[in-house]
């Protein structure tokens, strides 16, 4: 399921549930989608366990696939978050579709419905 937020004439599509970019590239997902306190808080949390709480590179990894997970949990609900703050609003939910592409193009060939609702 994804969720259609609109600000004047620009769309972005959310997807809701686990995401999986977030999850696979932590620190570089965010610095694309332009977070860059989440990336310093990361960053600073891995450099302090490294340097003062670590006595082995097990405990860094372990720290990082933690923060994997949490950035792969809660991704979506960050982008939500950050396109609100933007002045985007919630227009529309489109389920059905696994691309954000696709949600997109149904959401585009449907507008008249939508505006209905």
Known sequence: MHNIYKNGNNLVVIKN????????????????????????????LLVVVHIFLSENNADTISLYFLIAIVYGVIGNLLKKKKYESLGYSHDATVSGYFFES????????????????
């Not at 949600?103 to 939508?114: E, G, M, Q, V």
């Open 17 to 44: 549930g686990l995401c999986w970019p977030a999850f696979f590239f932590t620190v570089f997902w965010a610095l694309v989608h332009e977070m860059k306190n989440l990336v310093i808080i990361t960053i600073s």
């Open 102 to 117: 696709d949600a997109l193009n149904h959401y585009d060939a449907n507008k008249n419905y939508w505006q209905y609702m």
